[in-house]
């Protein structure tokens, strides 16, 4: 089992930042990748950004390169997502997710993630 528990989340102004915390625990072992999604009402959801713990390898979506930056500090066993030059379309509940071992690697296919946080939360206003 992994439990991931995000943060982070909030109200920011068109073109302000957020840094968003997804905290891991249990069978941190096990984890491969942990992924960033985001879900907007009626809307699928979406991939944002990745992280491969061995490597380490990073991915993003189109519509957050160079704006958003997936990093982590392994000694806490904590993801972040710093987001920067906020959109009000990146208004929406974001979720983390792990994918472990043994793993597909299909990156932004949310259905091959194993465990999800409860998500957090980010509107921005215009």
């Known amino acids: 089992q992994v439990q991931l528990v995000e943060s982070g989340g909030g109200l920011v102004q068109s073109g302000g930042s957020l840094r968003l915390s997804c905290a891991a625990s249990g069978r941190t072992f096990s984890i491969y990748s942990i992924a960033w999604f985001r879900q907007a009402p009626g809307k699928e959801r979406q991939f944002v950004a990745a992280i491969v713990y061995s490597g380490i390898s990073t991915y993003y979506a189109d519509s957050v390169k160079g704006r958003f930056t997936i990093s982590r500090d392994n000694a806490k066993n904590t993801v972040f997502l710093q987001m920067n030059s906020l959109k009000p379309e990146d208004t929406a509940v974001y979720y983390c997710?792990?994918?472990?071992?043994?793993?597909?690697?299909?990156?932004?296919?949310?259905?091959?993630?194993?465990?999800w946080g409860q998500g957090t939360q980010v509107t921005v206003s215009s």
């Open positions: 997710a792990a994918d472990v071992a043994p793993s597909r690697g299909r990156l932004g296919y949310h259905r091959d993630y194993d465990y």
